[in-house]
Every structure is written in C-alpha cells, then in structure tokens.
C-alpha cells in the first residue's frame, strides 16, 4: 500500500481545512507551499535558499542517512537576515520541541553540555535540530564540535585539570549562521553553505515588512504546517541507486573533479532520501516498512546538490565566494592587492588572504597563477631593478556532470 493510499483512507474523517492541507502534502509542489507559508513569517524572497535548508531539516527524519549530510552553514554579512530565515523556515517545518538552539556556544561550554547530568540520563540529539547562532570562530574546528559532526560517538578532553572520555549520544541536523566561520579543509567534507539573499530588493522588501508599508502578510496554513510537522521517520530505499551510479559515472570518467566529490556523491543520495520523505504522503511502502524514493525525487536532489556545491562541489564561505566572483575569467591570475580591491569588501583585505591562502590552496580552490615582473625603481648606482610578483587564479575544475533522470531511467529497465 502506497503512503498516499493510506492517506486516502483517513482523508474520510478530515474537514476541508485539513483536505486542502492533505492535497498539498501529496502535491508535487509541496516546496513552493512551504516557500509561500514561510514568506507569510515576513521572509522576503530566499525562495532557493528556503528549499535548501528545507531539503536539509528533512533529513532529521531519515533513518539510514550518512551522518555528514546533515550540517550545513548559513553565512553572509551581518545584517542580511540569516537567522531570520533560519528562524521562520523552522517555525513552519520543525516541531519546537525538537529545536536546541543556542547562541555563542563555544568549546568549553559544549563539553560542560556533554558532561551534564540531564543530558547523561537517556537524552539523545536524535531527531533533534540543533541551531547556533554566530558561535565562536574556534568553535566548529573544536574536537566536541567536529566528532558531533561527524556523527562519532565519543571524544577526549580536559575538563578542570583532568582527562575526561565524554560520550555523544545521538546526531542532529546541524544548522549554523555565521559571517566569519571559515569551512576547513577538513571540514568541506562535512558541510554545505547557503549564502543568505543580500540584494538591494530584498532589503527593501524587509524594510517594507518592518515599517508596515507593504502588503498584509496572509494568514498562515496551520492544517498544512501540522501535517509538515508529524511527518514520520523511515528507512528510504533508492531502488534505482546502482543505475544512477552507472550513469553518474558514464559521464563524468575523463572530467577533472575534485576529490571531495567522493564524499559528496553520498550526499546527493541523502538529498534523495530527504525528498522521499517531504514526498512520502505520495511514496510506495514497501512490506518492510521502508519508503521508496522515485526519480522524482532524484530531480529535486539534483537541483539542490548544484546550487548547494557550486562548479566544484565545495562549499565557500561568504569571503571565498567573493574571491572566487573577483577571479573569474582571470586566466592569467591577479594579485593579492588587486584582489583585495577588486572584492572591495572590509572583511577581505591583503591580511585577510595570507592568512587564508594556504587553506584555499588546500582546498584545492585557488592556485598560483602566471608570475609578474615589474620595474621597481633603482639600485644605489642608478640602476633599474625588477622584481617578480606573484599572482592567484582559480583552480580550473569542469562542471560537475549529474545525468538526466531519462539516462538512470534507461539504464535502471534493461
């Protein structure tokens, strides 16, 4: 019996509120009605960006999800309503119950949480969204913090003067906002960032909501926001997974890809996993209770793996995004100081990039580009002297190459 069939019989003892609410969790547009319920919270546009982070908080109910697909960062400049949209995209999908949210948190006080008596007796991160608030810098670097990520179960650490074994019981969907935390090299692996809508229109439709010049926001789909919040947990199962593989490597064995794409492939599976489960009022279950996730599903995780990981299936931060729109089409490379003014931007100075060169070379995101030799005066007999200057270009990896649900389809029925 399929999930929808089962719906159908319930729908008998449902008023029209609640059909209404039913036909659009069994809609295939279910993404645009959570857009439209968020933007009555007063979000103003962030349509993309809504759909991302709701493909992410959906993956709090699969039960066979790699434990790394859940982290994600949401960076801009302060003031460009980061946790605004964190805030209202949970109001509508997230039972409050099972949001921790905490602001500042650093290292120690994250070992203290572990090491508290409430949280040793049965509490578990299990089902829980767990959003920070502008952490410390040194936070998501820190041992608590990265084995939480990682989903590991234990770390060791010192806790007034001692050697303490604290134990992680459980993995959250990890939601971050942050303007100044930086994704390691370790960390690409980890996380994906959602860059939060800055733009001049967008501004001016918050600065609308806010003074009461613009329109009455609608009135909330409560029936359509409780139906969100008590979807079920399930095992997804991909039955077409071995021929999305086939195709997924048809096309791209002579690419040049980077080697974090070996992580993240496992990634675009949990985004498919994720829709099943936004979807599964309209999935199959099988005899085992497990939901069976369709190509439709596919096509979604799709749109949301590029927008997610870009050209080179990393995750920037806000200060490498703008690097990276400074270098583009540069083939020959620029230099610090010309990057630093062509960014324009107070956080990314010439001090800025050498204290982050390195890593953005080990991310394998920049490289050095063509040396330049200029005149820089004269030596103390009046001779002129040069010096060589180095420059920094993009790394120069084609696009990743997801095939056409037609490719898998073909491949899944020989």
Known sequence: MSSKQQSKIID??????????LQKMQSSKILDYIVEEVHKEGVVNEDTNIKLLTIKLMLKYVKNRDPVSSNVLITEETGAGKDWLVENTLKV????????????????????????????????????ILYLSDPPEDTLKGDGFRTLATGKNHYSTVVKGKMVDIKIKGKPVIVVTSMKNNIDVEGQRRWDAIHADNSNETTVGC???????????????????N??????????????????????????????????????????????????????????????????????????????FMQFQGDSGQALDTYERAVKDALIGETEGLSVQEIAERVGHRGVTENWFYRHRDN?????????????????????KGEPFKRTMKTYKLVDYSLIKLPTSEKVRKIWEK
């Open 93 to 128: 999908l997230i039972p409050e119950a099972d949001i921790v949210m905490r602001t500042g948190l650093t290292n120690q006080s994250l070992n203290y949480w572990f090491t508290n008596k409430k949280y040793s007796n049965g509490w578990t991160f299990d089902g829980k």
């Open 227 to 304: 139906q969100i919040q008590t979807l079920l947990e399930y095992n997804v199962l991909i039955p077409f997974k071995p021929a999305l593989g086939q195709a997924l490597l048809n096309d791209n064995k002579k690419s040049n890809k980077p080697t974090i794409l070996r992580t993240k492939v496992k990634v675009l599976l949990d985004f498919i996993r994720a829709s099943a489960i936004l979807h599964q009022h309209n999935r199959k279950i099988d005899d085992d209770g497990n939901l069976i996730a369709e190509l439709e599903d596919y096509e979604i995780a799709k749109k949301i």
């Open 12 to 21: 008998n003892g449902l008023s029209k509120t609640q059909k209404k609410a």
């Open 207 to 225: 600065l609308e909501n806010i003074f009461g010049l613009g329109k009455n926001l609608p009135e909330p789909d409560t029936s359509f926001r």
């Open 360 to 380: 953005m070379m080990e991310k394998h995101f920049i490289k050095q580009g063509v040396p330049r030799t200029y005149e820089a005066g004269e030596n103390s």
